[in-house]
């Protein structure tokens, strides 16, 4: 019995140090080629998952139903709406965009604008209604 919470207590060590190593996000780069878009997961629990997205060209005008978002753009430079309003976006500029809100993003810088995508609650990629679709609860197919 010993040897089991010897075990519990090394993973559990394990777990924390894991969640403790830093991540350098202005170094980290896409792990894989992408045409337009590329998502990266970094994090998740049942509460929050946080994302590095790469965009070449353009995100379309969307919303999410059950989720805040929360962006901290790295590189690049873009275009965005966010609700009724139009802004212009660049590194170090940081949104917070509650649930519901329309949001797009049109890149306009020759890199792919990198931001730091923070999603509440935990992100499950069902939540994401572009315009002109019909918005339909979780769960419902």
């Not at 045409?35 to 070449?56: C, E, G, M, R, T």
């Not at 962006?71 to 212009?88: A, F, N, P, R, Y």
Request: hydrophobic share 45%; aromatic share 6%; glycine share 6%.
């Amino acid at each position: 019995m010993k040897r089991f919470y010897l075990l519990l207590a090394c993973m559990t060590i394990a777990a924390a140090v894991k969640a403790q190593t830093p991540l350098n996000l202005l170094e980290l780069q896409p792990d894989t080629a992408f045409d337009n878009i590329h998502v990266q997961p970094l994090a998740s629990d049942s509460l929050v998952s946080s994302f590095v997205v790469w965009v070449k060209k353009e995100v379309r005008l969307h919303h999410h139903a059950f989720h805040t978002e929360s962006l901290l753009i790295l590189e690049g430079t873009g275009s965005m709406v966010v609700g009724d309003q139009s802004v212009e976006v660049g590194p170090g500029d940081f949104l917070a965009i509650p649930k519901s809100t329309p949001h797009d993003l049109t890149v306009n810088s020759d890199t792919p604008l990198k931001a730091l995508s923070i999603q509440a609650p935990k992100f499950q990629g069902k939540d994401r209604v572009f315009a002109g679709q019909v918005h339909k609860p979780l769960g419902q197919k």
